[in-house]
């Protein structure tokens, strides 16, 4: 059973299944609904037949041709009208004049191919091409038990396809692991609670408890939350977490989704003495790493929990080269960065993102009551010849039609915000996952895969949705509202038409924005178990580096022809020689400080265990409140940790200094501005 619209050719929901049912021909009907007086007179055709396929995917008389989602055959009529109707809206839309193709092709996945690519984007290349690589040593180096499962799981798929195929020779797991069990396995780190910093804590299972603390990120309703609030723990991986795998059986069949805020659960992370992460903390360098590991760990996670992890394989995404609408994300900050170094979200996307904030967070129906097309139209290409030359008057543009441009420049882009290949990840983590909780830590994984510039564009729409939220009071647009809005422009892109199955994805789509609204704040912080395993990466990158250095003749060669050429000043009779770490000037528990901004540049600093990264600041601020420029003074300044075992860190305020130091004693300390 699958349907199809009329005229709709250029539109498709991407919450889409392998095997495509066969279309519904009685779905090009035309329906009827009354227009609510807060809708424009021009989209009466539009509601209407919202109304009709509402009531139609609700219709339990017709026997359905396939078993729909849980989350679908729950929801009732009313509470998807919004959904429809902007799809709808989309529709119209694109009716209006012609588009340039901007179409996303997908190719099949041949036997081991997907394996081999995974273990590609896990950064094991490695175990493909054979080379002794210490990238792919010192990740293999930092995984845990499940974590190993899932990398052993992928490449024992991978060799059997290829020596099936008969290819080439394919190295056993056992000779590149050294394992001599018939059934190879890596070897794994421990699984206890580590900090954000590498520290070991001692073995224990993670708590969840009822807490209510100043100390901690809190993500959850403010009026009228529940009374029992979970504390979310980032100590052990996800994975591990999960000792008991939850019954299919078990699962509620009817499940429902209520649209009202208080459905959702309250959840806490509580700082611990390292403080927390966020995304923009740590450098581009570690944060591949991170990407790396998120991919091995979320498919662990859906391992343990007995849930296929699909992927898109996308072949070729064509789109504009120029411009501001349908031009690949890359593109457009890559043309804004020469104006504004540095940016992180394309400026067009941040004018009408100010626009609306500036003006429409009042406006009633503001993303839901579709502005005027001529007029988006128009605004469209007024931008596109304008904008660069900054004589577009902003002025002119109405509240309802800035929301439209926006949704437009989200639905345009080549290949969607939260990208091709993890749309099927996001729809199964609501279709296959039962408890809130477990659909959030996957969706936590998630983000932290996306690419950069998709992640800080959705950070940033995010924030204006929960503002659009926040002032529901006047707007009417709460976030059940909000995310039935958002919802098909997100996860809609062009080339296909729509199917049933697709179609019935509406709830489960819309879901996934509510969460993504509500838990944004702790979906954009790096669990600290990721943290740690960076760091013990690049800690045995470093120990291989020093190992090989040793053993290269050439090197010692070199090193000793130059030393030996090098004029040192005559050592006085009886002098003794300290090891290095006895010749520091810095004792134990004492770190120097730089700031280079600043008119006093260094500072030795005791630490004592309740010293804070923030005690740090103000001390240096109070000793330079005299002598730094003006400018120094107005930015927002924080303590970095750089080099040792990361790369660079952008430290909580509240982190308790005597830990971190502990954990990464080779690092370099330096005060300057966060980056934005």
Request: proline share 6%; glycine share 6%; hydrophobic share 35%.
């Amino acid at each position: 059973m699958t349907m199809e619209m009329k005229d709709s050719g250029s539109v498709v929901l991407t919450a889409y299944h392998p095997h495509s049912p066969a279309r519904i021909p009685g779905m090009e009907q035309s329906f009827v609904q009354d227009v609510s007086p807060g809708h424009s007179p021009g989209s009466r055709k539009s509601f209407s037949r919202c109304r009709r396929i509402n009531r139609m995917l609700s219709n339990e008389s017709v026997p359905p041709a396939f078993s729909r989602s849980n989350s679908q055959a729950s929801m009732d009529s009313t509470s998807m009208e919004d959904f429809w109707c902007e799809v709808e809206s989309i529709k119209e839309s694109r009716e209006d004049g012609p588009e340039e193709a901007m179409l996303l092709e997908f190719k099949p996945a041949d036997e081991g191919e997907l394996e081999a690519e995974w273990l590609q984007d896990v950064g094991l290349s490695t175990l493909i091409s054979g080379a002794e690589e210490e990238d792919g040593q010192a990740l293999l180096s930092t995984l845990t038990r499940t974590q190993a499962a899932a990398v052993q799981k992928r490449y024992n798929t991978y060799t059997q396809t290829l020596r099936k195929k008969n290819k080439h020779t394919v190295r056993d797991v056992r000779d590149i692991f050294g394992t001599s069990d018939s059934s190879p396995t890596f070897e794994t780190v421990p699984v206890s609670p580590v900090s954000s910093n590498g520290i070991q804590l001692p073995g224990q299972k993670p708590v969840w408890k009822s807490v209510s603390s100043k100390s901690c990120l809190d993500c959850g309703t403010d009026k009228g939350s529940p009374s029992i609030t979970e504390e979310l723990s980032y100590d052990v991986s996800f994975s591990e977490s999960i000792t008991v795998l939850p019954k299919t059986q078990e699962w509620p069949k009817n499940q429902r989704f209520k649209k009202e805020d208080l459905a959702l659960p309250k959840f806490i992370v509580r700082k611990s003495r390292f403080g927390l992460t966020e995304v923009g903390d740590l450098s581009p360098e570690d944060m591949k790493k991170i990407r790396y590991l998120s991919l091995i760990e979320l498919t662990a996670f859906y391992d343990a929990l007995g849930v296929e992890l699909k992927r898109n394989r996308v072949e070729r995404v064509r789109g504009r080269e120029n411009g501001l609408f349908g031009v690949p994300l890359t593109v457009l900050l890559e043309n804004d960065q020469k104006k504004v170094p540095g940016i992180k979200v394309p400026l067009i996307f941040q004018k009408l993102l100010l626009k609306l904030e500036e003006t429409g967070l009042e406006t009633e129906g503001i993303l839901r009551v579709p502005g005027s097309a001529s007029r988006v139209k128009n605004l469209h290409q007024e931008l596109e010849a304008k904008f660069y030359e900054d004589t577009f008057d902003w002025d002119q543009v109405r509240n309802n039609d800035a929301a439209g441009l926006l949704k437009m420049f989200i639905r345009e882009l080549p290949s969607p915000l939260f990208t091709v290949e993890y749309l099927p990840a996001f729809i199964t983590l609501v279709e296959k996952i039962s408890k809130i909780k477990l659909q959030l830590q996957a969706l936590h994984l998630l983000i932290m895969l996306m690419p950069e510039a998709n992640r800080d564009t959705a950070k940033a729409f995010l924030q204006f949705l929960k503002k659009v939220v926040a002032n529901e009071g006047k707007n009417k647009m709460s976030l059940w509202n909000v995310s039935m809005i958002v919802a098909p422009n997100l996860f809609i892109y062009k080339g296909k038409r729509a199917n049933q199955q697709e179609m019935q994805a509406a709830a489960t789509t819309a879901h996934i924005v509510r969460l993504l609204i509500r838990y944004q704040d702790i979906l954009w912080t790096v669990p600290s178990f990721l943290i740690s395993q960076v760091r013990k990466m690049n800690e045995a990158a470093m120990n291989n580096s020093k190992r090989q250095l040793i053993f290269d003749k050439g090197v010692r060669k070199l090193l000793r022809r130059k030393t030996m050429e090098r004029e040192r000043p005559e050592r006085p009779e009886g002098a003794v020689t300290f090891p290095p770490y006895l010749q520091s000037d810095i004792p134990e528990g004492v770190i120097r400080v730089y700031a280079p901004l600043h008119s006093k540049v260094s500072m030795a600093i005791q630490l004592n265990s309740q010293t804070k990264a923030k005690d740090i600041l103000a001390r240096f601020h109070c000793e330079n409140s005299r002598g730094s420029s003006q400018n120094v003074r107005g930015q927002i300044q924080s303590l970095h940790e750089i080099g040792g075992n990361i790369g660079q860190h952008c430290l909580d305020p509240d982190a308790f200094m005597l830990d971190v130091y502990r954990a990464n004693p080779q690092a370099e300390w330096v005060i300057k501005p966060k980056a934005s």
